[in-house]
Each structure stands twice: as structure tokens, then as C-alpha cells.
């Protein structure tokens, strides 16, 4: 697979990230059809019951270690960007089918990183100490190297496409497959969108300030002798 991209091989890598995707949703019981091409903002269109998700795929070989967006006039990365039902699947496209790998995740986070790691990239100085050309640059790389850690929670995480959706009120039902998948603590952190504590304050919840710490800690020694 080596060099396959210079040698104008890219629209075929891409499609087959594309048909990858398509398979491993339809084995997962979920209707995936490929959108037409160029269609703005959506490469596949999936539905499971009343749901349709809209799946945008982006492909590197594995000799790459970036996969790589031009951006739009307007600086923008991704067309018609939605903050729900807009999920993005990373390929990792090798030469064994076994060894393929996906990262599953909302196009808002990925969009996210990008933004800020391009911000990143102009405001640090390049060679001589001269800053970096922003406005005649309009490439935007994910280096898999140093969002490696980021990622991780998102390889092969295919069920959030359809929890993501599910409101805090809302329940899986028992009869759900979905409820017996099992998660790693990370998945379940951002199926979630579970954040990390900021202060030691927050983790005393309602804990009444008139109430005295030590005085409680008392009582409760003393109801265990």
C-alpha cells in the first residue's frame, strides 16, 4: 500500500474507508446506504428503528499517521456541522481486513480538536522564530500520534452513535441490546459526557456549611463502637 496516495491511488482509499463503514454498520443490524458522491456534509446515511445518523468517513493508510481536511473559504472544516446525529469514523486503512481499526466519534469533538490544534500550530512560532502563514494554509491534520490518548475511547465505538442521542431522562430498555453491551469506563465517561472535577468543593455536593464536619464524623465513630 505503500506510496499509493502519490500515485493518485486517494479517491480509492477513500471510497474504500467509505464501504468498510457501510459493512460494519450493516452487520450490526443497521440499514447504511452511501450517499451520493460529493453529497455536501454526509458520506453514509444510517438508520437503526426511528433514527438516522449521518456518517461522514475520513481514511488514511496506515503508512500515514495524519488523516488530513482541507478547509473550507470560510475556515470552516465540515459542511452543514451538526451538534447531534453527526458522527465522524476515522479509518486506519490497512492491508490485512483484520487489522483494520475505526474511531467513532461525534463530528462536533473531532471538529473541536482540529480548530484548536491548528490554533495551536499559528500562534507557535515556525523557523526562525517567524510565525506560521494561517490565512494560505488550509490543510487541518489529526496526527494519530499525539491525539493517540484521545482517541482511545473511541476505537471500534460503535454503539455511542445511537446512546449519544439518548436524553439524561431517558432510559435503555431492558429488551435494548444496547443495555447489555459492555463499556470500558472511558466509553461509558463519554457516552456520558462525563467531566472531570475542577475543585475538591464540587465533590461535597449539598453538604450544609452550617453543619460541622468534624461533628459528624464524631457521631458516626461513636455508632460504631
Known sequence: MAGRIKKGEGTLIGNAGEFYVAAELLKRGVVAALAPRNAPGVDILAAK?????????????????????VAKKDGSIFRNLGQERDFTVLVNLTPETKDLIFFVLPTSTLNEWLVADFEDWANTPGKKGRRHDRENNEKRHLSYK??????????HNWPSIWERGLKSEETVPLDSGAFWQGY????????????????????????????????????VQEARR
Open 184 to 219: 470500558s469506563l472511558e466509553q461509558l465517561a463519554n457516552i456520558q459526557q462525563v467531566q472531570p472535577h475542577s475543585s475538591l468543593d464540587e465533590l461535597a455536593g449539598d453538604w450544609p456549611a452550617e453543619d460541622s464536619l468534624e461533628l459528624f464524623l464524631a457521631t
Open 49 to 69: 428503528g426511528a433514527e438516522t445518523v449521518r456518517v461522514r468517513v475520513k481514511t488514511k493508510s496506515s503508512e500515514y499517521t495524519d488523516w488530513q481536511w
Open 146 to 155: 499525539k491525539f493517540e490518548q484521545r482517541l482511545k475511547p473511541f476505537m
